[in-house]
């Protein structure tokens, strides 16, 4: 846990691997860490990781070794998708759970919310300075307009399929108005 926030990613990534490689007692105890979700929150290691901006590569051997992380609620109903709007992790990451389970982008939190409509409320927030992030493409408009087609794409209940030429109304919309700002 202290290795992700300090984003010690190549640490994490050896760990991993001795997981993975690892059927020992010492590889079990290793999995326990991982396995083990957090009291107070109730965040597993997948939750955690998607709030710190992680590499694609380390969510991958996470999603791989513990399948069961991607559809996990913490404390407040939220799946790592969830966390992962609200931290406007990298898009990579986002379709990395999407494609682990797309069921996950229809999944509502405590307050009710899919991601989907996170990443729509997300878009409008007034936001003090793109600075603040370091990067315009991961906070910005641009960053919510790709996380949103993404996650809109990917549900049952959005349709969002080109029909002949025209575009959706709602790609439409997304467009025309990040086009504008």
């Not at 001795?18 to 939750?47: K, N, P």
């Not at 379709?95 to 996170?118: F, H, I, V």
Request: charge should be neutral; include cysteine.
């Amino acid at each position: 846990s202290d290795m992700v926030e300090q984003r010690q990613w190549n640490r994490v990534r050896d760990i991993l691997r001795i997981v993975e490689d690892d059927t020992t007692a010492s590889g079990g105890e290793y999995r326990r860490i991982f396995d083990d979700t957090d009291g107070r929150s109730g965040q597993t290691f997948l939750h955690k990781l998607c709030a710190s901006q992680p590499p694609v590569d380390v969510v991958l051997s996470a999603i791989r070794q513990f399948p069961d992380m991607v559809t996990a609620k913490d404390g407040k109903s939220r799946t790592p998708l969830h966390v992962a709007i609200e931290r406007h992790a990298l898009l990579a990451v986002i379709t990395c759970l999407l494609q682990s389970d797309p069921e996950c982008a229809e999944s509502r939190d405590s307050d009710g919310k899919a991601p989907l409509m996170l990443a729509c409320e997300g878009m409008f927030k007034p936001r003090a300075s793109s600075s603040s992030r370091g990067n315009d493409y991961n906070g910005g408009k641009k960053w919510y307009t790709e996380a949103i087609l993404l996650l809109a794409a990917s549900s049952s209940k959005f349709v969002l399929h080109e029909v002949g030429n025209a575009l959706p109304h709602f790609k439409e919309i997304l467009q025309v108005y990040c086009a504008k700002k």
